[in-house]
């Protein structure tokens, strides 16, 4: 398939006063070549294919070369797309197995998705590693979050990870993620409960630990206080021995 010209913009798509053009009109114009309603198409699935992909190889850089390669491919092999299923879904999917394929040619010892176990309890807690630190500045505190969560996320096994990202943070339903991910409902709900439980452990004892450090009272703190008392006891006449004299 030859991409048409791409000298207009992709706003020309769209007449002035008029609705945007819904994702069939679009997939039906780049199906005939129309390039620039394939940019449309990529602009509007661009977060879900890089989120999806990020999950997988778990690097921003190897995510997007992950959709590049998913947008090529799906533009080779659009006339063979089943318009009963959703442009979205059938997207994902060839990400999904881009980036499979990616982690395959790394490491013989990566396991496909679709046999990946459900449950492996030492394992889970073994990629559960304290998150980075964290700094006391209040316009910080949104931003540490994100990275705590995307950290805590990442830590997550691929088969829960990939189903969380896609139910909670993408909020695709349960039947487009089994879909999506080729498994039966009902595995997509036992990984996201899974998923969630283990992130709600993991973030409890994230807070257990802040709670152990909350309102720090370092020794320069501690020195200040008893400088000032000492100070207060020697006006009212305290008697202070040289610290030589202190008894042990």
């Not at 007449?15 to 780049?30: N, V, Y």
């Not at 294919?49 to 590049?68: G, H, K, M, P």
């Not at 994230?206 to 720090?216: K, Q, R």
Request: hydrophobic share 40%; net charge negative.
């Amino acid at each position: 398939m030859h991409i048409n010209t791409l000298s207009a913009t992709h706003e020309s798509l769209q007449a002035p006063g008029m609705p945007e053009p819904s994702e069939a009109e679009l997939t039906a114009r780049a199906i005939s070549g129309d390039g620039r309603a394939f940019e449309v198409l990529m602009r509007r699935h661009n977060r879900l294919l890089f989120r999806t992909a990020r999950s997988i190889v778990n690097d921003d850089a190897e995510a997007e070369d992950v959709v590049q390669d998913a947008y090529l491919h799906a533009w080779r092999a659009l006339r063979d797309y089943r318009t009963e299923s959703r442009l979205s879904t059938w997207l994902v999917r060839i990400a999904i197995n881009g980036a499979l394929g990616r982690l395959r040619r790394k490491s013989a010892q990566v396991i496909p998705l679709e046999t990946a176990m459900a449950d492996h309890d030492s394992d889970i807690q073994s990629r559960l590693a304290d998150a980075p630190e964290r700094g006391p500045e209040p316009s910080v505190m949104r931003e540490q979050m994100r990275r705590l969560m995307e950290a805590r996320i990442d830590r997550l096994p691929e088969a829960f990870r990939l189903v969380f990202v896609l139910r909670a943070v993408e909020e695709m339903s349960v039947e487009e993620t089994a879909q999506a991910l080729r498994i039966p409902e009902a595995t997509v709900r036992t990984r996201f409960f899974r998923a969630r439980s283990l992130l709600r452990e993991s973030l409890a004892r994230e807070v257990d630990t802040a709670l152990t450090d909350a309102f720090g009272f370092d020794g320069a703190r501690c020195d200040r206080i008893v400088g000032r008392v000492l100070a207060k006891g020697l006006e009212e006449g305290w008697v202070l021995p040289a610290p030589s004299s202190m008894p042990d």
